[in-house]
């Protein structure tokens, strides 16, 4: 067996067996990426040749790393522990109207003013909004006739679960990338 972090965030790892089976881990948020790409790998498994070369994981995983056994396994489980946590956050935000939400993201700064700012949050939502307004373009430039109302509220909820991490944590890290991009810094 070899082992791999995926990534130096150490959100997904693969364990290894042979050119032909890798059994893949992700966090959630992550796991959809990890599963897209597994598909590609599938596409030549009616073919005799090596699905997962080193090459090839590292074309799609190009940080990946080798780690030990036991740190894969205080990876996984750290995978699990978040997996655990992030769908009990959906959870929570799935059972919260759009009301709800709105007014937790409005007065986050005040109970929250050592983390961020009214500013801060402003920004968020405006970058949330041109984002899903680019998405919403996407799909119908493709013909598609998104659900506004499901998309907004998909929306809603990503900024309400970032703010409800980020208060939880007292980490702006997620919140202050998201900015950084949105002002060029």
Known sequence: MIYYSLDP????VAKWS???SVEFHAQMGRDEE?????????LLRDYSVPMYTEKRLRYFFP????????KFNNILLAIDEYNVGAAAMQDE?????????????????VRNNNLV???????????FASSLEEDLQDE???????DQAKENRETL?????????????????????????????
């Open 140 to 146: 119908i430039a493709r013909g598609r006739n998104p």
């Open 93 to 109: 935000a799935e059972s919260l109207s759009n009301d709800q939400m709105q007014s937790f993201i409005s007065s986050f700064p």
């Open 34 to 42: 990890v599963q897209k790409i597994v598909a590609e790998f599938e």
């Open 157 to 185: 909820k990503a900024i309400y679960i970032m703010l409800k991490n980020t208060e939880n944590t007292s980490n702006t890290d997620s919140v202050q990338s998201i900015l950084s991009l949105v002002r060029g810094r």
């Open 117 to 127: 700012s009214y500013l801060d949050v402003s920004d968020l939502v405006k970058a």
């Open 9 to 12: 965030n150490d959100s997904a």
């Open 63 to 70: 940080e990946m790393t080798v780690v030990s056994e036991d």
């Open 18 to 20: 042979d050119d032909r």
